[in-house]
Protein backbone atom coordinates (compact mmCIF):
# COMPACT_ATOMS: atom_id res chain seq x y z
CA UNK A 1 0.00 0.00 0.00
CA UNK A 2 1.43 3.27 -0.34
CA UNK A 3 2.19 5.92 2.12
CA UNK A 4 -0.89 8.51 2.34
CA UNK A 5 0.93 12.38 3.23
CA UNK A 6 -0.31 15.36 4.57
CA UNK A 7 1.51 18.02 4.45
CA UNK A 8 4.69 16.68 2.11
CA UNK A 9 4.65 13.79 5.00
CA UNK A 10 3.94 10.49 5.38
CA UNK A 11 0.85 10.17 7.92
CA UNK A 12 2.20 7.73 10.71
CA UNK A 13 0.43 6.69 14.01
CA UNK A 14 3.23 8.47 15.75
CA UNK A 15 2.47 11.65 13.90
CA UNK A 16 -1.24 11.48 14.82
CA UNK A 17 -0.44 11.12 18.52
CA UNK A 18 2.07 13.94 18.18
CA UNK A 19 -0.83 16.23 16.63
CA UNK A 20 -3.51 15.00 19.27
CA UNK A 21 -0.98 15.79 22.23
CA UNK A 22 0.12 19.33 20.78
CA UNK A 23 -4.14 19.44 20.86
CA UNK A 24 -4.30 20.23 16.95
CA UNK A 25 -7.08 18.73 16.30
CA UNK A 26 -7.96 19.77 12.92
CA UNK A 27 -4.47 18.35 11.45
CA UNK A 28 -4.87 14.84 13.58
CA UNK A 29 -8.59 15.00 12.22
CA UNK A 30 -7.27 15.00 8.54
CA UNK A 31 -4.84 12.61 9.29
CA UNK A 32 -7.16 10.36 10.30
CA UNK A 33 -9.62 10.96 7.75
CA UNK A 34 -12.11 10.78 10.18
CA UNK A 35 -12.90 12.30 13.61
CA UNK A 36 -10.79 11.78 16.70
CA UNK A 37 -13.45 10.72 20.08
CA UNK A 38 -13.39 10.53 23.62
CA UNK A 39 -15.72 8.60 25.04
CA UNK A 40 -16.64 8.47 28.33
CA UNK A 41 -19.55 8.60 31.21
CA UNK A 42 -21.04 11.67 32.44
CA UNK A 43 -20.21 11.67 35.86
CA UNK A 44 -21.57 14.61 38.87
CA UNK A 45 -19.54 17.22 39.28
CA UNK A 46 -19.39 20.58 41.86
CA UNK A 47 -21.74 22.55 39.83
CA UNK A 48 -19.30 25.60 39.32
CA UNK A 49 -19.89 26.12 35.90
CA UNK A 50 -23.97 26.16 36.99
CA UNK A 51 -22.87 28.91 39.70
CA UNK A 52 -21.16 30.97 36.76
CA UNK A 53 -24.08 30.86 34.28
CA UNK A 54 -21.98 27.94 32.12
CA UNK A 55 -23.00 24.80 33.16
CA UNK A 56 -21.29 21.56 32.44
CA UNK A 57 -21.31 17.83 31.52
CA UNK A 58 -18.35 16.13 33.23
CA UNK A 59 -17.30 13.07 31.04
CA UNK A 60 -15.12 10.33 32.70
CA UNK A 61 -13.08 9.56 29.39
CA UNK A 62 -12.62 5.54 28.72
CA UNK A 63 -9.41 4.62 30.19
CA UNK A 64 -6.66 4.46 27.91
CA UNK A 65 -7.55 7.09 25.80
CA UNK A 66 -4.97 9.14 24.26
CA UNK A 67 -5.57 12.82 25.67
CA UNK A 68 -5.25 15.92 23.50
CA UNK A 69 -3.48 18.62 25.62
CA UNK A 70 -5.55 20.30 28.81
CA UNK A 71 -6.81 23.37 27.75
CA UNK A 72 -9.95 24.72 25.80
CA UNK A 73 -11.28 23.31 22.46
CA UNK A 74 -14.68 24.03 20.36
CA UNK A 75 -16.53 20.15 20.37
CA UNK A 76 -18.82 18.55 19.44
CA UNK A 77 -20.54 16.25 21.90
CA UNK A 78 -23.14 12.73 21.04
CA UNK A 79 -25.41 11.47 23.84
CA UNK A 80 -27.21 9.12 22.48
CA UNK A 81 -29.09 9.98 19.04
CA UNK A 82 -28.96 13.66 19.65
CA UNK A 83 -25.55 15.74 18.98
CA UNK A 84 -24.47 19.00 20.16
CA UNK A 85 -21.94 21.55 19.84
CA UNK A 86 -20.15 23.21 22.94
CA UNK A 87 -17.30 24.46 24.53
CA UNK A 88 -14.76 21.61 26.28
CA UNK A 89 -12.30 22.16 28.90
CA UNK A 90 -9.47 19.10 29.46
CA UNK A 91 -8.43 19.36 33.13
CA UNK A 92 -4.90 19.70 33.53
CA UNK A 93 -4.88 18.05 36.88
CA UNK A 94 -7.90 15.53 36.64
CA UNK A 95 -9.71 14.67 39.79
CA UNK A 96 -13.04 12.72 39.03
CA UNK A 97 -13.46 13.58 35.48
CA UNK A 98 -11.56 13.79 32.84
CA UNK A 99 -13.18 17.14 30.59
CA UNK A 100 -16.24 19.34 31.10
CA UNK A 101 -18.42 20.35 28.20
CA UNK A 102 -20.72 23.85 28.08
CA UNK A 103 -23.62 22.27 25.54
CA UNK A 104 -24.85 24.80 23.63
CA UNK A 105 -28.11 23.85 23.39
CA UNK A 106 -28.83 21.71 25.87
CA UNK A 107 -30.79 21.64 29.09
CA UNK A 108 -31.03 19.36 32.23
CA UNK A 109 -29.41 17.03 33.67
CA UNK A 110 -28.09 13.56 33.15
CA UNK A 111 -25.65 11.49 34.90
CA UNK A 112 -23.96 7.33 33.99
CA UNK A 113 -25.42 8.19 30.22
CA UNK A 114 -22.31 7.45 27.77
CA UNK A 115 -21.10 10.48 25.74
CA UNK A 116 -19.11 10.60 22.90
CA UNK A 117 -16.67 14.29 22.21
CA UNK A 118 -15.23 15.18 19.19
CA UNK A 119 -12.88 18.16 19.67
CA UNK A 120 -12.98 19.81 16.93
CA UNK A 121 -10.24 23.13 17.47
CA UNK A 122 -7.87 23.95 20.51
CA UNK A 123 -8.93 27.58 21.04
CA UNK A 124 -6.57 28.57 24.01
CA UNK A 125 -4.23 27.48 27.15
CA UNK A 126 -5.73 26.83 30.72
CA UNK A 127 -5.61 29.39 32.57
CA UNK A 128 -5.48 30.05 36.73
CA UNK A 129 -8.02 32.37 37.30
CA UNK A 130 -7.65 34.92 40.77
CA UNK A 131 -11.18 34.96 40.88
CA UNK A 132 -14.79 33.56 39.82
CA UNK A 133 -15.45 36.90 38.28
CA UNK A 134 -12.36 37.11 36.21
CA UNK A 135 -13.31 33.06 34.63
CA UNK A 136 -16.63 34.11 34.40
CA UNK A 137 -15.66 37.04 31.93
CA UNK A 138 -12.85 34.77 30.19
CA UNK A 139 -15.73 31.91 29.82
CA UNK A 140 -17.94 34.28 28.43
CA UNK A 141 -15.18 35.38 25.41
CA UNK A 142 -14.48 31.28 25.16
CA UNK A 143 -17.87 30.88 24.46
CA UNK A 144 -17.99 33.79 21.89
CA UNK A 145 -15.13 32.54 20.03
CA UNK A 146 -16.34 28.84 20.04
CA UNK A 147 -19.82 30.07 18.39
CA UNK A 148 -18.26 31.67 15.98
CA UNK A 149 -16.32 28.61 14.60
CA UNK A 150 -19.94 27.05 14.91
CA UNK A 151 -21.13 29.97 13.52
CA UNK A 152 -23.64 30.02 15.95
CA UNK A 153 -25.24 33.40 16.80
Same mark, same amino acid.
Given at each position: ???? &?????PV ?60 ? &? ?9 ? &?N??? &? ?9 L??N ?31 D????L ?14
Amino acid at each position: MEPF &YLDQKPVSSSRIRSAIKDGDMEKANRMLNEPFTLPGTIVKGKGLGRDLGFPTINIRVDEGKLMPKPGV &YAASCEIGENS &YNGMM &YIHPQPENCDLEVNLFDFEGTIYDKRAVVVPRKFTRESIKFDNYEDLKKRLALDEEEIKRYFEIE
